[in-house]
């Protein structure tokens, strides 16, 4: 019999960059990182495992922009191109560092792992990784999600409902387009939820979403299973808040198994070690250095005189960090059968997926590691949200106030004195552009096509990650500039159908740049009635 079940969620999500304008462009490197470090590698964890017959089961949610991206036949030559180089350069370094065993030993690391990328990209998965997330999805191994089309912070919007059914509609639409059926679960950006969010989710089928630990422990109802159980929302809408205790044992920046000090240093690379001549083919398209992807350090501690990195120690550290991840969750669930605890516990460990793998090298062995010693510990299971749909029938009823997963519980990332500026704009946006919707209910041809855009545009402006960028203080030049792109195609937009004159020229250059949602129907941000 299980003492305690465990939901393992990964939100896949990065903001849609793609510049076609330029033959290189180093912010795109995001996306070619993420697929190098996280979302390949866990494609082969899934396929060993399956081969191995070992029973996972697990969640994750896809993020439009993150599809569209990852779809997108200009990204996917560029990445070939990406792989192609970082072949070269591990090639280069196998002989750089031939005199000195440890080292040598992670260039070899770093070709397989391209060699391997390259191969599964291009003849495994023809350059669509979505396939092989859909496969697992079909044989029952993946619940895949959607979240907000431009992974908006939807409570920044809730006095303009269109807007948040717009984000919502979108990513639904982009959901079935690429997995050929209907999501049931929704991961709300940032978990950042505003009372009244369930109803526009349910209008729109999604049965369940998830929730920062304290929305529920500050509901209107104190749980009497805490967050460990999903409660229901008044309309029926299923809430999975996040059990900070499991996640922070990953996370935590100053305790969580990713800073142990045999593991892979995120820091330190050769990007900034070497000689700018030696890496010059390699770093095309930057105006200084960073980082290249090839890192010889360990953790190590608090100092600047890092350790080599070995894989084989780091290898050893996964396993016993999955077996404590997995005794940690069991005695828990021990003390609350102790106390009287009604159910079996339900433990939501919600995760970026990108922490897997890109940030912790080894994130992808620790989940593998997982599910391979879960088979010998019958006490567990893990399961997705839809399993506990269908496995009971009485949820704990509340509600819920407004919150979020992130500092301070709430929105003071998104809106600050760094980013605010960005919410006076976009709220002005998504007015004009329901009032465009008025003026114009029926159009068609250059118009209809323009309106589409500026409805692109207005989506584009509200993603969540250039206001965190700006928070951040990181790529602020890069986000401050894209927001004041969105809002000036947007304003030209608004001006030019006021003024009855569309520049064909210029929005046809518009459209193949930002080519996200080619789909989109502008009429989607009609207001509310």
Excluded at 131 to 143: A, H
Excluded at 283 to 288: L, M, P, S, V
Aim: hydrophobic residues 40%; aromatic residues 14%.
């Amino acid at each position: 019999m299980k003492n305690v079940e465990i939901a393992l969620i990964l939100n896949a999500h990065l903001p849609f960059v793609r510049h076609p304008e330029y033959p290189v462009f180093l912010e795109e490197r995001w996306l070619f990182e993420a697929l190098s470090e996280t979302y390949l590698p866990l494609l082969r964890v899934f396929h060993k495992l399956e081969e191995d017959g070992v029973p996972f089961r697990l969640t994750m949610s896809f993020s439009p922009t993150l599809t569209a991206m990852l779809t997108d036949p200009l990204l996917k030559d560029r990445y070939r191109r990406y792989l192609e180089l970082q072949i070269e350069l591990a090639e280069k370094e196998l002989v750089r560092t031939a005199a000195d065993p440890v080292l040598n030993q992670v260039a070899q690391l770093y070709r397989r792992l391209y060699k391997h990328n390259q191969g599964d990209f291009i003849d495994v998965y023809q350059g669509n990784i979505l396939r092989g997330f859909s496969y697992f999805q079909k044989k029952g191994y993946l619940e895949i999600l959607t979240t907000a089309a431009t992974h908006a912070i939807l409570p920044l919007y809730q006095d303009a409902p269109e807007a948040v059914a717009a984000q919502i509609q979108v990513a639904i639409e982009s959901y079935q387009r690429n997995f050929s059926r209907l999501p049931r679960g929704f991961w709300v950006p940032e978990c950042a939820y505003y009372p009244g969010l369930e109803t526009l989710l349910k209008r729109n089928k999604i049965e369940y979403f998830f929730s920062a630990s304290h929305a529920v422990l500050l509901g209107r109802d104190f749980p009497s299973r805490g967050v460990f159980a999903p409660v229901a929302l008044p309309n029926g809408m299923l809430v999975f808040p996040r059990d900070m205790v499991s996640t922070n044992a990953v996370w935590s920046r100053d305790k969580g198994y990713p800073s142990d000090p045999v593991y892979r240093d995120f820091y330190r690379d050769i990007g900034f070690d070497l000689d700018q001549k030696y890496l010059e083919a390699y770093t095309e398209g930057a105006n200084g250095r960073f980082a290249t992807g090839f890192k010889y350090h360990a953790v190590t501690g608090a100092t600047d005189n890092k350790l080599p990195y070995k894989p084989d120690l780091a290898a050893q550290k996964v396993v016993e960090h999955a077996k404590a991840f997995l005794e940690a969750r069991i005695r828990h669930a021990k003390q609350l059968s102790d106390v009287g605890f009604d159910r079996v516990p339900l433990v939501t460990a919600p995760f970026n997926a990108e922490l897997f793998g890109h940030w912790w090298f080894e994130g992808p062995q620790w989940i593998d590691a997982l599910f391979r010693q879960a088979v010998n510990r019958p006490e567990l299971g893990f399961v997705t949200p839809g399993d506990v749909l269908l496995d009971e029938t009485e949820f704990q009823k509340t509600e819920i106030p407004f919150s979020s997963w992130a500092t301070g519980g709430y929105a003071e990332v998104w809106v600050d004195g760094s980013n605010d500026w960005i919410l006076r704009h976009t709220h002005q946006m998504v007015k004009r552009m329901a009032e465009l919707v008025d003026r114009f209910p029926d159009i068609q041809g250059r118009k209809e096509r323009a309106l589409n855009q500026a409805a692109r545009e207005v989506l584009l402006a509200q993603a969540s990650d250039w206001p965190l960028i700006l928070k951040m203080g990181t790529t602020v030049g890069y986000a401050e500039k894209r927001v004041k792109e969105h809002i000036a195609n947007f304003n030209r937009i608004y001006d030019s159908l006021s003024s009855n004159v569309v520049d064909t020229e210029w929005l046809t250059s518009l459209e193949k740049r930002n080519n996200i949602f080619p789909f989109l129907d502008y009429r989607i941000f009609k207001r509310s009635l």
